[in-house]
């Protein structure tokens, strides 16, 4: 096997730094398109007349389904196509599809349309994280990763801000989808401007040459490393179900609960969840680098542990306190922490698995997210106003109870991983 560790000498970087934020801008546009549906909760239940229930399957099980589906086939495509077309193709649809949620006129379109949406953005998280994992060093990749992953909290932000002004000025949610879904066409062509780089970490065959793994044999490279791969990935479906609990229904909360405007609570929490996501996305990345050049193998897992319970008692305690200034005061740590992770975990799994398998690793890692984080995430809080607490004005605590339990396992389950993640570790790099 070629490629190195974490001794790695670094090379010039410049244009790898490029890729990360070319992707980045992807990535935010694939947040803009999948969170706006968040803001414009409100208008649609008026129109087309559906329940709390039926909004978050429109956020979670409409969207997800394909995207979860498609991301294995995606990510195998990756590890052996053009990562750089697949991504292109994928910016193109999934814009062509957000733009044509302007068009339902009932639940039943609008889901078609959202499940659209899902098939192009299936196509980026798996390029990007084997693109990425040939462009820098072990020991520069999370924060690398963390830069890409600063799209979710640009894109979310922006969602919230955008489309707050947007609907605060045109006054129609389909006219937002139209504005935010066209420009994506441009983001494509931005991303026909990266190169594929030379893949590094490749399995050798007997002669020398890069080995093609047949499907059994990548199921293999996985198989031998099921317990690292299986806390990392419900560990993080664990903390991603927590994320869109919050991009899903706080909006909602905000105007249910404290009387807010649609375009103030997009505009304030848009600013809030910007800055803060921004903030813990990068010091995230850095502080597992930091660790990482120390030896410390399960540097990205110490970093997640740490983040999901700070999230956890910081979130649960702003929606059991009354005030809406202590509130606020609380949130700003919690999207701290509810960011911080994010790239880090993306990128411990790349860390211990050949480059033919990177792309199909990184697509069952969003697999496991989305189907346990993106699909429940979305769905619980309205589940639990609806069926449990009974009272649309009780959303504030059916996100406390999402976002509180789902944190605490997701903190056992990173913590529970670092043994099997050192092992695994030290047999991808060596012992140094």
């Known amino acids: 096997m070629s490629g190195g560790g974490p001794v790695e000498v670094d090379r010039d970087l410049s244009y790898a730094w490029y890729v990360a934020v070319v992707l980045m801008v992807c990535n935010t546009f694939s947040f803009i398109d999948r969170q706006i549906l968040g803001l414009l909760v409100t208008p649609i239940k008026l129109e087309l007349g559906i329940s709390d229930t039926e909004i978050g399957l429109l956020q979670g099980l409409a969207f997800g389904i ?3 589906l498609l991301g294995v086939p995606m990510g195998r495509i990756a590890d052996h196509g053009s990562r750089r077309n697949l991504v292109a193709a994928g910016i193109f649809c999934w814009s ?31 390029s990007a994280f084997s693109l ?62 990266i190169k594929e780089p030379p893949r590094r970490n490749l399995l050798l065959a007997a002669g020398g040459q890069p080995s093609r793994l047949t499907l059994a044999e990548v199921v293999a490279q996985v198989s031998s490393r099921w317990q690292s791969v299986a806390g990392i990935c419900l560990g993080f479906a664990a903390q991603a179900l927590c994320n869109y609990a919050q991009q899903a229904w706080l909006p909602t909360f905000f105007v249910r609960v404290h009387g807010w405007t649609v375009p103030r609570a997009g505009v304030t929490l848009g600013i809030l969840s910007l800055f803060t996501g921004l903030f813990g996305s990068y010091l995230g990345g850095r502080l597992t680098d930091h660790w990482q050049r120390r030896g410390i ?20 305690l702003a929606m059991a306190v009354p005030a809406l200034g202590a509130r606020l005061v609380l949130l700003t740590p919690a999207f701290f922490f509810l960011a911080m992770p994010i790239g880090s975990v993306y990128a411990s799994l790349q860390m211990i698995l050949p480059n033919q398998v990177r792309g199909q690793i990184g697509a069952l890692q969003v697999f496991t997210l989305n189907l346990g984080g993106l699909i429940l995430g979305a769905a619980l809080p309205g589940y639990l106003t609806d069926y449990v607490f009974r009272d649309t004005q009780m959303i504030g605590w059916s996100l406390a109870l999402t976002v509180g339990t789902a944190s605490l396992l997701s ?22």
Do not use: K, N, Q
Request: net charge positive.
């Open 66 to 68: 394909f995207y979860t």
């Open 96 to 126: 062509l599809m957000t733009s044509l949620c302007a068009g339902a006129r009932s639940f039943g379109t609008l889901f078609l349309a959202r499940m659209g949406v899902g098939v192009g953005e299936a196509t980026l998280s798996p």
């Open 132 to 193: 990425l994992s040939d462009y820098f060093p072990t020991h520069r990749l999370g924060t690398a990763l963390s830069v890409f992953s600063m799209g979710i909290f640009f894109g979310s932000g922006l969602a919230l801000i955008l489309g707050g002004l947007i609907i605060g000025a045109v006054g129609s949610w389909r006219v937002t989808f139209l504005i935010v879904g066209l420009p994506g066409i441009l983001v494509g062509l931005l991303a026909l401007t």
């Open 297 to 316: 193998a399960e540097a990205s897992l110490r970093v997640a542990v740490l983040a999901t319970v700070g999230a956890g008692v910081l979130f649960t």
């Open 411 to 432: 903190a056992v389950l990173f913590r529970a991983t670092w043994g099997p993640y050192r092992r695994d570790y030290a047999l991808m790099h060596g012992s140094r």
